[in-house]
């Protein structure tokens, strides 16, 4: 599930089957642009949260990447 704000500059990936949830949110910052990410992992998920630490860092540096282009 895809819920976008514009107005909060955020968007939020929800998994319905494993209901894993990611807010990710971009910021202007003086130097160019924050990121963040805000991850729900339920306690039944609790065995997958390393793995999805890995894959939440390789995503924001291939954000990082894109957002820094012009």
């Known amino acids: 599930l895809l819920d976008t704000q514009q107005d ?5 990936v929800s998994c ?3 209901d ?3 807010e990710w949110r971009l910021a202007p910052t003086a130097e160019g642009t924050a990121i963040t990410v805000d ?4 306690e039944a ?3 997958r949260l390393d793995k999805q630490r890995e894959v939440i860092a390789a995503s924001m ?3 990082a990447q894109l957002a820094a282009k012009p």
């Open 45 to 47: 998920e609790r065995h």
């Open 61 to 63: 540096r291939r954000l």
């Open 20 to 22: 894993l949830r990611f």
């Open 8 to 12: 909060e500059q955020r968007v939020t």
């Open 39 to 42: 991850v729900e992992i339920p």
């Open 16 to 18: 319905l089957v494993s």
